[in-house]
């Protein structure tokens, strides 16, 4: 019975921990999110829009920038309106965010 009790902790830390998971709830088999961010609502438009990507593979290789100062950069924005977080995965094997900033 123990050794049950250990097996199934182990099965279900292997199963929540994700190889190329974002920071919210991915699907087992396909995800595809789009999620909405708190933002400062500084900006009385939504003149521009900015993206940064950010990419799993394997959960080996990680590269991109989705922090929201490079989508703010990449489109000039200085004042926020809006923040968005897409995410696609697939079979935790490959992952990839998306942020969306919009602004003036």
């Known amino acids: 019975m123990k ?6 902790v182990l099965v279900g830390a292997a199963l ?14 396909f ?3 789009k999620i909405p961010v708190v933002a400062p609502n500084q900006a009385t438009t939504c003149a521009k829009t900015g993206t ?8 080996l290789f990680a590269f991109g920038d989705a922090s929201i100062a490079t989508a703010k950069s ?3 924005i200085s004042k926020v309106d809006s923040v968005d977080i897409s995410h696609t995965g697939i079979l935790g094997l490959y992952s990839s965010t998306t942020i969306q900033v919009c602004g003036e």
């Open 3 to 8: 050794t049950f009790g250990l097996t199934a």
């Open 16 to 29: 929540l921990s994700g190889c190329a998971a974002a920071p919210f709830q991915p699907g087992l088999l």
């Open 31 to 33: 995800s595809q999110q």
């Open 52 to 59: 940064g990507q950010a990419t799993n593979i394997l959960g």
């Open 74 to 76: 990449s489109a000039g």
